[in-house]
């Protein structure tokens, strides 16, 4: 069992874009959960993050206020909303569990899947 990402594409700047991620149970369900994502030539970088129960969530600089993270614990995904797109978004995006201090942004495990492509057009 695997992390699978889905949901991107094309789509211009100010459009909006809703990702999934489905996760093995044994992690998802232990675990807090998070988005990274990795831009051309860049390293890859936290994005957000959700706690357990859904409860508590983090968010990077760059998305804060345009991004929503959420999960449904019956179907072991994780979605994160992206509305307000920027070109500067343009990323492979990637889910993983995360470390429980949400203000880290630091994944759990080293083990990724092939993650979403997000392209946004200016």
């Known amino acids: 069992a695997q992390l699978v990402e889905s949901g991107g594409g094309l789509v211009q700047a100010g459009g909006s874009l809703r990702l999934s991620c489905a996760a093995p149970?044994?992690?998802?369900?232990?675990?807090?959960m998070g988005w990274f994502r990795q831009a051309p030539g860049r390293e890859r970088e936290f994005v957000a993050a959700?706690?357990?129960?859904?409860?508590?969530?983090n968010y990077a600089d760059s998305v804060k206020g345009r991004f929503t993270i959420s999960r449904d614990n019956t179907k072991n995904t994780v979605y994160l909303q992206m509305d307000s797109l920027e070109p500067e978004d343009t990323a492979v995006y990637y889910c993983?569990?995360?470390?429980?201090?949400?203000?880290?942004?630091?994944?759990?495990?080293?083990?990724w899947g092939q993650g979403t492509q997000v392209n946004v057009s200016s």
């Open positions: 993983n569990a995360i470390n429980p201090l949400l203000r880290i942004g630091r994944p759990l495990f080293d083990a």
């Open positions: 149970t044994r992690l998802f369900r232990a675990n807090a």
């Open positions: 959700i706690n357990w129960s859904g409860a508590n969530t």
